[in-house]
């Protein structure tokens, strides 16, 4: 699997409830370091209940310029949350395009809602 194969991908609960769509991966090194990095592990999806842009950074809590965009983009991706890798489900599968129910990430029962920022 890439990246590519879940950004912007819908993301339902386990009950088929749209939530929203995959607009950030987060990773997390760690690991021993090889010739360049630590390994890099997918921690989570960041999802979006609006909107399918990326934050461009601004999800960081103390990037505040420039105005207006900050203000905007923070405003588009209200309601966003981190969702754990260990609460997926079910990712899509980019070899099967037959299934349109399969190019959807679902969540676990109970699943936890994080704060996106950084």
């Known amino acids: 699997m890439i990246a590519s194969d879940l950004l912007d991908v819908p993301v339902l609960d386990d009950a088929g409830t749209h939530l929203g769509w995959v607009v950030d991966l987060r990773f ?7 010739t360049y990095l630590a390994g890099a592990r997918l921690h989570g ?28 983009l923070r405003w588009l991706h209200r309601g966003t949350f981190l969702v754990h890798w260990p ?30 920022g950084l």
Not at 50 to 64: A, I, K, M, P, Q
Not at 91 to 102: A, F, K, N, W
């Open 45 to 72: 999806l960041v999802v979006s209940p609006r909107t399918r842009t990326s934050f461009l950074g601004f999800e960081r809590s103390d990037v505040r310029h420039p105005w207006p965009v900050a203000p905007l």
């Open 28 to 34: 997390v090194l760690d690991g021993s370091p090889s």
């Open 87 to 116: 609460d997926v489900a079910r990712v899509p599968d980019s070899q099967d395009d037959t299934d349109p129910d399969g190019r959807a990430v679902t969540l676990r029962t109970g699943y936890r809602r994080y704060e996106p």
